[in-house]
């Protein structure tokens, strides 16, 4: 899919991305475009207040990150199903001790619980 950036043709084509001008053509290898984009990104996750997982990519223009979510949607997974996964029998079979990670996890998730009650108990 080509875009259009300033006077040039931005296109990806199998596994490099050219730009293109009227007189100009320069062909990089995906790797490096993505590991130069990746570097200055910082990405982050948030927990939104409807219990959804968001990728927040930081140290991006904003007309990259509106391209993001109108053109790939940023990843956005129900917290819910992240748990779900984690302690999908096939994954806990992996773990070394099952019980301890399982026990781990129930201390996270109760802590975070109790930060949830204490912004209940702050509101009016």
Not at 6 to 32: C, F, G, K, M, Q
Not at 42 to 70: F, M, Q, R, W
Not at 87 to 111: F, N, Q, Y
């Amino acid at each position: 899919m080509a875009q259009k950036l300033n006077d040039a043709v931005v296109s990806h084509d199998e596994d490099a991305y050219i730009y293109e001008t009227d007189t100009l053509r320069v062909v990089l290898p995906e790797e490096v475009i993505e590991r130069a984009v990746f570097k200055k990104a910082e990405l982050a996750l948030s927990v939104t207040l409807n219990a959804n997982v968001v990728l927040d990519p930081y140290g991006l223009s904003d007309e990259l990150i509106d391209s993001l979510v109108e053109d790939v949607a940023l990843p956005m997974r129900r917290l819910a199903d992240l748990i779900a996964e984690a302690v999908d029998p096939d994954i806990l079979a992996g773990e070394d001790d099952p019980r301890r990670a399982l026990a781990k996890l129930r201390e996270e998730l109760e802590a975070a619980l109790e930060s949830v009650r204490q912004a209940e108990a702050r509101l009016p």
